[in-house]
């Protein structure tokens, strides 16, 4: 009787039996390091080593496999020079725009003058108190700032006229039209390759950009024909040159590098100009930037100086992305490639491009209009004098927002989140300044004097600058982002250390998926048992 009762116990072991005569079975057999050994049958000391041993192992390989997950997820970008130089004719010269500190030439309005009678309640004109109100949107803030605009009464907003007078008073155009302009050692007429543009600093002049139907998308509103007249574009940001453009190709670009292969522009300015409550510096303000962008010409510029001569040698940085990276997360790689972000009044998207765009926004929502430069649809109010402080407010409000998001305090949702391009064009410039003893100069060019039609007696009034702009190499390496780890590299090290510890593998996987799935199904055909055959004693 208690034989068979022995033997009905073997015929129907219960699941615990099962499960444990299934796993030494496993564990037998498995290519896992030490697996087999906590199966035999062996001491119990010997088995605890072996599964404290296992353990162990699979901690430190977790451990591991962890540390590369986080960088492979913090850092998963490496940037690197490129393996080959870059001739700087497959980029385009930089555009150079300039800028006059003097605002109006004084024989026309005299800003100072018309704020002192209004100071000292002397009768102005209504010509005159409007111009003032207009000059007092594009004089230097730290002038104004100092009890300056209290006097000027206030207007909300500006219509047509203010950039028609602007535009009168403006001395910039004569003087860009009796400049002296060479381009590659070619001279050429100043006002045929300079076209006037409105940004932050009032009517500047610009070369070598692009034209605003290749910048701005057509709701913008412009003033007459400024900006416009440029050659068609046959550069792109991502792609560069089209194949086949040559040396005429626009934007303009250089073959070669050296002073001798540079733009050279003569300028003058009579000193006498010079407004000193509307700004502290007297010359020119020069930027040099992308021909795809708009300048900052308050924030990014240098100052050509009266009687001086300035040297700017380039030297370009190029960026380039590869499209791999593209499936990362635009919040992974702090990039936007030219296709991703589409913005509302520009063509093509740049790191500039979208600030302007964004402080425009949030300028229109705070004070209901847009400070004069801004791009904008006709209909958009321009804000006039009285809205000064207001448009000062959304500037800071807008540099504080984007600070406390960038320290993580405020969502990101909330700022422009402006990233620059994957692939960018910027250029670093070196910039060297000396007095330039222009009136024995202007002496001894009599050609020089006669093209001027000025006579030999000069004026203290009178002044005259040198810029001349050039590369500085032949070649420039360019940089490359690429994977730090690919989704490859990141399995490659993952099982590399799980092998290296353990010893699984592709095939231990196979073995663990056969073990749960085909061995049961076959042990349930052949001994009507998923567990296997029973033990023999």
């Known amino acids: 009787m208690h034989k068979l009762t022995v033997e009905r116990k073997r015929e129907k072991p219960n699941s615990w039996s099962r499960f444990q005569h299934y796993f030494n079975d496993y564990c037998e057999h498995s290519s896992i390091i030490g697996f087999n050994y906590v199966a035999e049958k062996r001491s119990k000391g010997e088995r605890i080593l072996w599964i404290t041993l296992i353990i162990i192992a699979t901690a430190l390989s977790i451990y591991f496999i962890m540390e590369q997950y986080d960088k492979y997820d913090e850092n998963p970008f490496i940037v690197s020079l490129a393996t080959r130089e870059t001739p700087i004719f497959q980029i385009p010269f930089p555009a150079i725009t300039i800028c006059p500190f003097t605002k109006a030439a004084k024989s026309l309005f005299n800003f100072t003058d018309v704020v002192h009678r209004l100071w000292d309640n002397i009768s102005v004109s209504e010509y005159e108190i409007q111009t003032a109100q207009y000059m007092s949107m594009i004089c230097d803030d730290d002038n104004l700032d100092i009890g300056v605009t209290e006097y000027i009464p206030e207007i909300p907003h500006f219509n047509e006229t203010f950039y028609e007078r602007l535009d009168k008073l403006n001395p910039t155009s004569t003087l860009i039209d009796s400049s002296i302009c ?297 940089y490359e982002k690429n994977e730090l780890y690919g989704i490859f590299d990141f399995i490659s090290n993952f099982g590399g250390l799980l092998g290296l510890f353990t010893g699984f593998s592709l095939l231990t996987v196979a073995e663990i998926i056969y073990y749960i799935s085909v061995r049961m199904w076959c042990n349930k055909r052949l001994y009507n048992d998923i567990s296997g055959p029973p033990d023999s004693d």
């Open 182 to 478: 060479k381009y590659m050692g070619e001279e050429f007429e100043c006002l045929e390759y300079f076209s006037p543009i409105i940004l932050d600093g009032g009517i500047c002049y610009t070369f070598n950009m692009l034209n605003r139907d290749e910048i701005f998308k057509s709701n913008v509103h412009h003033y007459t024909n400024f900006h416009s007249g440029i050659l068609t574009s046959d550069w792109d940001n991502d792609d560069g040159y089209r194949k086949g453009t040559g040396q005429e190709a626009y934007p303009r670009r250089a073959l070669q590098a050296g002073a001798d292969n540079s733009f050279d522009l003569i300028i003058m300015a009579f000193s006498g100009d010079s407004d000193p409550l509307c700004s502290i510096d007297v010359g020119y303000s020069i930027t040099v930037h992308t021909p795809h962008s708009i300048p900052k010409t308050k924030k990014d510029y240098f100052i050509l100086p009266l009687g001086s001569s300035t040297r700017v040698i380039v030297t370009p940085n190029v960026m380039s992305t590869s499209t791999t990276v593209k499936s990362y997360k635009t919040e992974d790689r702090k990039c936007y490639f030219s296709d991703e972000r589409i913005l509302h009044y520009f063509v093509s998207y740049t790191q500039g491009n979208c600030y302007l765009e964004c402080f425009t926004n949030y300028t229109l929502q705070k004070c209901g209009c847009v400070h004069f430069y801004m791009p904008h649809e006709k209909d958009t109010p321009i804000c006039g004098n009285y809205q000064r402080n207001c448009l000062q407010e959304a500037e800071s409000e807008l540099k504080t927002l984007e600070i406390e998001v960038a320290m993580g305090l405020r969502e990101v949702s909330l700022s422009c989140n402006c990233y620059p391009l994957c692939s960018q064009l910027t250029y670093q410039t070196s910039i060297t300044k000396t007095q330039w003893e222009w009136k024995e100069y202007y002496k001894a060019h009599k050609k020089l004097r006669k093209e001027l039609n000025f006579s030999d007696d000069l004026t203290n009034e009178l002044q005259f600058s040198r810029l001349k702009i050039y590369f500085k190499d032949d070649l420039f390496f360019s």
